[in-house]
């Protein structure tokens, strides 16, 4: 089967440059994806590896390496928009399914 | 362009009662997915489809049914509902060669 852990909580000021790292045990496990959720609302995608190295898109990046099973998510120049939770997805079988991680509650202060 | 809508935003049972929930895409995708989110953790898969036809148990199925009525429309029933099913419950579907799944607005229910 498939886990991932992520830390529960991270706290940055605006400005500032964050990573979230996400570490999974899996089988069957093809890609590894990032997705945000503002309190309440519906999770919307973030980024998506699957091979090894770096996914740039504007601020937030992401990273996998699958000999260390780890990933992790960097967000740059912090905005208090960013405040969410943000969860790694673990990717597998043939409909393309997600197995989500506990989430990350990130906090942006002023 | 709707998207992934879900039907009813927010839902009281008492214990034993059943209801379906309803979900609908119009981006034409072929695979759709039933997850439920409860306080402090990420989505667990309840149920999802491959394609017109076709539905498979995820990680938490059990108390829950499912309907692929047609491409667009993919219903999960609760036959007796418990407590423990108290949860938001998400919809979503893929389609195309990536990877991005798209969430409806979710559907919060609260059984007492």
């Keep these: ?110 | 362009n709707a998207g992934v809508t879900q039907t009813p935003k927010f839902q009281v049972l008492k214990t034993g009662q059943s209801m379906t929930l309803q979900c609908a895409q119009d981006m034409n995708h072929n695979s759709m997915y039933w997850y439920r989110q409860d306080p402090g953790m990420g989505l667990r898969l309840i149920y999802y489809s491959a394609s017109e036809g076709t539905t498979d148990k995820g990680e938490v199925p059990n108390g829950y049914n499912v309907s692929r009525l047609n491409k667009r429309e993919f219903s999960l029933r609760l036959e007796s509902a418990a407590p423990s099913q108290t949860s938001v419950y998400f919809c979503a579907s893929i389609g195309g060669a990536g990877e991005t799944q798209y969430f409806g607005p979710g559907t919060r229910l609260l059984v007492l």
């Design chain 1, 1 to 110: 089967g498939q886990s991932l852990e992520q830390p529960s909580e991270v706290t940055a000021v605006e400005g500032a440059i964050v990573q979230i790292n996400c570490t999974y045990q899996t089988s069957g496990f093809y890609g590894l994806s990032w997705y945000q959720q503002h309190d309440g609302g519906a999770p919307t995608f973030l980024s998506y590896n699957a091979l090894d190295g770096l996914e740039e898109t504007g601020r937030f990046s992401s990273f996998l390496s699958r000999s260390d099973s780890y990933g992790y998510l960097l967000l740059q120049e912090l905005q208090m928009k960013d405040s969410a939770s943000y969860f790694c997805a673990g990717n597998s079988g043939s409909a393309r399914q997600l197995t989500f991680g506990s989430g990350t509650q990130l906090t942006v202060l002023p």
